[in-house]
């Protein structure tokens, strides 16, 4: 398995401000993603953090509102640009790991987020 | 465009009383069929990767099924501490160029389980 840690674990924010998300993983991964989960609701996948790239987006997430960094492989980054408290939600990364013939995805904590 | 479909939504059993949660999806060739269970202000917990029907997976009291078109969970002899949401989820179709979806997962929306004492 994996071990990640986000940062914040939570963060109540103004409305127009931006919000920096970390995520550390105890080990190299190659697969990285952004989750977001929306109170009361399933997860939905942001976007595809590549490292030495642009991030990959989903239909309906643009990089503009979501800027995304991934320097190495232990570690990447999700923004929340210009918040509206439509943006209020947990955000999720999420790690693969390869076994011999399976895989197997695991999630960080989540950031809780509330724009105010 | 892939569909992932859960049933109940919820469910309320008592200690010891078994039963079963269902997912079904829509997907143009599967790639594999992810449990996880997530308990209230965390992340979700991994359970099992099923890839092929007839496979099954077990853990404790848990037993992860899958047909061509639907997987199930089998609780047997419930615990309160059960007691949590169920998610399933599928990798999307891979982009062209992209080796594998990677697990890009499209959730279904979970099922809450409560096992009461």
New interface residues.
């Given amino acids: 398995s994996a071990v990640i840690s986000q940062k914040p674990s939570r963060d109540i924010c103004q409305r127009g401000t931006s919000l920096t998300i970390q995520c550390q993983v105890d080990s190299q991964v190659t697969m990285m993603f952004w989750y977001r989960q929306q109170p009361g609701q399933s997860l939905t996948l942001i976007a595809t953090a590549n490292q030495g790239s642009e991030a990959t987006y989903e239909s309906g997430f643009v990089i503009d509102k979501f800027p995304i960094s991934r320097p190495n492989l232990t570690f990447s980054t999700l923004t929340v640009s210009n918040m509206s408290p439509e943006d209020s939600s947990i955000y999720l990364c999420s790690v693969v790991l390869r076994a011999q013939y399976n895989y197997e995805q695991y999630f960080g904590p989540g950031t809780r987020l509330t724009v105010t | 465009e892939d569909q992932v479909t859960q049933s109940p939504e919820a469910l309320r059993l008592q200690e010891g009383e078994s039963s079963s949660l269902n997912c079904s999806y829509t997907v143009s060739g599967l790639r594999?069929l992810?449990w996880?269970r997530q308990d209230p202000?965390?992340?979700?917990?991994?359970l099992f990767?099923l890839?092929s029907a007839g496979e099954e997976k077990e853990k404790e009291r848990l037993k992860a099924t899958l047909t061509k078109k639907e997987s199930f969970l089998h609780i047997t002899a419930p615990k309160p501490e059960d007691s949590a949401t169920y998610?399933c989820?599928v990798?999307?179709r891979v982009r062209p160029l992209e080796e594998t979806s990677?697990?890009?997962?499209?959730?279904?929306?979970?099922t809450q389980l409560t096992v009461n004492p």
């Fill in positions: 594999g992810f996880y202000g965390k992340g979700p917990e991994f990767t890839y998610l989820a990798p999307r990677g697990s890009r997962l499209t959730f279904g929306e979970g």
